[in-house]
């Protein structure tokens, strides 16, 4: 799997999503029990995969040759909860195919 870019880009999508799934851990142990530290690491964390992950899409899309919508999609599912968990379904495993 980490053998090519793609490869590299789906591991990366699915860290992204699991980080941003973790906000809605560690949000309400920052406002409802300050508890401000894990939000501030998961929220690094998930910023620093955020940004992985779109130099990682600019990549796949120029080798894979991809369209301007499926590189919009791509993006979108990154801003969207369980987004990237969908994205990788319906358009970065046909790529595989």
């Not at 789906?10 to 851990?25: D, M």
């Not at 501030?40 to 940004?51: A, C, R």
Request: net charge positive; with cysteine; glycine share 6%.
């Amino acid at each position: 799997m980490m053998n090519t870019t793609l490869g590299r880009f789906r591991a990366v999508a699915f860290l992204e999503g699991c980080s941003f799934l973790l906000l809605f851990i560690t949000m309400p142990l920052k406002y409802w029990m300050s508890m401000p530290k894990p939000n501030y690491f998961v929220g690094m964390v998930h910023g620093l995969l955020f940004i992985l992950y779109v130099l990682l899409l600019i990549s796949v899309s120029f080798e894979n040759k991809w369209s301007f919508k499926k590189i919009f999609l791509a993006f979108i599912a990154s801003l969207i909860p369980f987004g990237t968990f969908i994205a990788d379904k319906k358009l970065y495993r046909t790529e595989l195919n």
